[in-house]
DNA sequence: TCGTCTTACTAAATCGTTTTAGTAAAGTTT
DNA sequence: AAACTTTACTAAAACGATTTAGTAAGACGA
């Protein structure tokens, strides 16, 4: 007996293998299949409050039959029926430049958890392709939209977050770091180790945190009395997320014939090309030369020298703006007021910055 | 009259922004709007040769209709009834491990080209995940997945394209690297300048590449009349996609005591941790030991020193598994047969490799 | 002048659910 | 024994499109 037992649930677990082979089970065959009407088995299915009256005997059997038929609800008809779809759509300037994927990271750990499914579309900093991609999520009627990195500039029925944004449209939330925390640690931190002439890689003009990384670093740098000279401001060269463009600035940089002692670069990516200008310049970093990076991304850590750096939690920064997400879909409230999230830096001191002796 | 034209123009503008801000007009509302019925204006928008009998000027007057009340067609009712999501499934280990989103960055461009968009699902290389994640990507009636270094091992009534995996599935097609190739390009460079004694780490098991990587090398390494010992051949330790794996495997394999000259890694990330570890016990790279990476992810270039690597042409793979993923679905071929795609890799050679001297 | 063909449409079914509004039978109260 | 409740269901509408199968009116040929 218990071996017959055991061929029945060997058998029944190979039934339903097979069984995913073939599609298109429907509520309608279900019900057909007990004799029931669709309406009963969809109540019971859903646990819904209309299933109170039928019996228990009954349940089971519904249960049982949706199990065997291997029935998976079909997600479009619900959702057709509903005007849910439980997916929301995801800007974002470029899949590979790990600054990116870093935050998406974030974002699909908590969509999944709540069972939400998104959708990606990267613009390349087009303007025209944020348009388009944006009306093509609306058009796959997604719930809400996360914008990474994305300049937002209407406001929309829709549901918007944006992750290091700088916009401020009505109903629109930022999730944004604090710059004028990362900028104090950054200069402190320079200053501290007796740095006077500091110069600045800025981002370029399309990315959102450009502007106030630059100001920010600058009143920060007028809090300890460094006075940045505008020669000593350079900014990333070319659109494609390498090393490449830090590079080339740095070089720009050095043409000028400017002797400053430590490098803010804009971020760990472009910090790393600078690193490779100064070196090729004969400059050691960081004994001649002392870099920040921006980010701590993997890379950072790892690099040679290791780099010092200002950290954004750019997980949890995703995962904040896909919770807040998807609380203003759930609370349906289209009057949400703009609101800002701000998350902490941290100074990550590693080897690429020295004290300045001279 | 100029001048009115031109706030005519202004207003219609104005109109299509603000409209963009109520949603839900339907084929319903266009249709009455024109006291015409859904059918007439549906066969019309979607030039379907139904609406060939219809005069141009009731065809323009639907056009205009659509256009004005800024009608979107809503995507989850059509398919409902085409049985077409246009949307498929991507199954990856890792949203930051930058090989996934550069597989990833191929993938989207070409289905964004053909009006798909995807759902991203990651499993952390847990089994249990896999499954799960497969399950709700056919819940929400994907035509299609994509399976980026993930294990397949069930066959489906889906189609399914796997990248990078090494998989013998009925109907599943691999788009694999030419790996006898891309063996011979690294053990041969390293020939060529004069190493005998070459260590390798190779990755962990949970990586689909890890088995052929190994015995490809080997080979490779026979026919070149290379012997590698079993005490040369290391682990990456861990599983976070970060240089620590190689890190620690490097420590490991000179904690032996073995004199190899040249190391052959897994991938970049942990070519850069072999690095590091080298470094610290005073071995410099390529003077004392070369190292060869694989992969050739952005930061192989920018590293110090740049890494000479074994380059897989992610993009490219990412958008074939895309394309051919795309072409099975379209022709329904459930009877594919399984379909092996090879791409070539290149000999990237960089810093971290010299002539082997004494 | 009848039958056929074309033109210009529309009604209704369909996709697979959920939900509203019932209904028939049995049980309970008064 | 009439009136009301509860039990165990079902029919039909709805979500928003597409598609099949018409239809009514006019044009044309025999």
């Given at each position: 007996?218990?071996?017959?037992?055991?061929?029945?649930?060997?058998?029944?677990?190979?039934?339903?293998?097979?069984?995913?082979?073939?599609?298109?089970?429907?509520?309608?065959?279900v019900?057909?299949s007990?004799?029931?009407?669709?309406?009963t088995?969809?109540?019971?299915?859903?646990?819904?409050?209309?299933?109170?009256?039928?019996?228990?005997?009954?349940?089971?059997?519904?249960?049982?039959a949706?199990r065997?038929?291997n029935?998976?609800?079909n997600?479009?008809?619900?959702?057709?029926?509903?005007?849910?779809?439980?997916?929301?759509g995801?800007?974002?300037?470029?899949?590979?430049?790990?600054?990116?994927?870093?935050?998406?990271?974030?974002?699909?750990?908590?969509l999944l958890?709540?069972?939400?499914?998104?959708f990606?579309?990267?613009?390349?900093h087009?303007?025209?392709?944020i348009?388009?991609?944006?009306?093509f999520?609306?058009?796959?009627?997604?719930?809400?939209?996360l914008?990474?990195?994305?300049?937002?500039?209407?406001?929309?029925?829709l549901p918007?977050?944006?992750?290091?944004?700088?916009?401020?449209?009505?109903?629109?939330?930022?999730?944004v770091?604090?710059?004028?925390?990362?900028?104090?640690?950054?200069?402190?931190h320079?200053?501290?180790?007796?740095?006077?002439?500091?110069?600045?890689?800025?981002?370029?003009?399309?990315s959102?945190?450009?502007?106030?990384?630059?100001?920010?670093?600058?009143?920060a740098?007028?809090e300890?009395?460094?006075?940045i000279?505008?020669?000593?401001?350079?900014?990333?060269?070319g659109?494609?997320?390498?090393?490449?463009?830090?590079?080339?600035?740095?070089?720009?940089?050095?043409?000028?014939?400017?002797?400053?002692t430590?490098?803010?670069?804009?971020?760990?990516?472009?910090?790393?090309g600078?690193i490779r200008?100064?070196?090729?310049?004969?400059?050691?970093?960081?004994?001649?030369?002392?870099?920040?990076g921006?980010?701590?991304?993997?890379?950072?850590?790892?690099?040679?020298?290791a780099?010092?750096?200002?950290?954004?939690?750019?997980k949890?920064?995703?995962?904040?703006?896909?919770?807040?997400?998807?609380r203003?879909?759930?609370?349906n409230?289209?009057?949400?007021?703009?609101?800002?999230?701000?998350?902490?830096?941290?100074?990550?001191?590693?080897?690429?910055?020295?004290?300045?002796?001279?």
């Amino acid at each position: 007996m218990p071996i017959k037992n055991k061929n029945k649930a060997k058998e029944s677990n190979r039934d339903s293998i097979d069984s995913s082979l073939q599609k298109n089970i429907s509520l309608k065959d279900v019900a057909a299949s007990l004799k029931l009407s669709p309406t009963t088995v969809s109540v019971v299915l859903n646990y819904s409050p209309l299933a109170d009256s039928i019996p228990q005997e009954t349940k089971d059997r519904i249960f049982e039959a949706a199990r065997n038929l291997n029935y998976r609800p079909n997600y479009i008809a619900r959702s057709l029926r509903n005007q849910r779809t439980h997916t929301i759509g995801v800007l974002i300037p470029e899949m590979s430049d790990g600054y990116s994927a870093a935050v998406l990271s974030g974002v699909e750990e908590k969509l999944l958890q709540e069972g939400y499914f998104y959708f990606v579309a990267s613009h390349h900093h087009r303007a025209e392709l944020i348009e388009k991609n944006t009306q093509f999520l609306v058009g796959r009627c997604v719930e809400g939209i996360l914008a990474i990195d994305t300049p937002i500039n209407q406001q929309s029925f829709l549901p918007i977050v944006s992750i290091s944004g700088h916009d401020h449209v009505k109903g629109l939330t930022n999730i944004v770091l604090n710059h004028e925390r990362a900028a104090q640690l950054a200069i402190e931190h320079l200053y501290t180790l007796g740095h006077r002439k500091i110069a600045i890689i800025k981002g370029q003009e399309f990315s959102s945190d450009t502007e106030v990384r630059l100001a920010t670093m600058l009143k920060a740098a007028q809090e300890f009395g460094i006075s940045i000279k505008d020669d000593w401001v350079t900014q990333l060269i070319g659109d494609d997320p390498s090393p490449e463009t830090g590079y080339l600035a740095t070089k720009n940089l050095l043409s000028r014939g400017e002797n400053f002692t430590a490098v803010l670069a804009f971020n760990d990516i472009s910090a790393i090309g600078a690193i490779r200008a100064l070196r090729e310049k004969g400059f050691d970093v960081p004994r001649d030369v002392s870099i920040i990076g921006f980010d701590d991304i993997t890379a950072a850590e790892f690099h040679y020298p290791a780099l010092t750096t200002i950290r954004q939690p750019l997980k949890k920064m995703g995962s904040l703006g896909a919770e807040h997400l998807l609380r203003t879909i759930q609370e349906n409230s289209a009057e949400t007021l703009s609101l800002e999230i701000t998350v902490e830096p941290d100074l990550i001191v590693r080897q690429s910055t020295a004290e300045f002796s001279k």
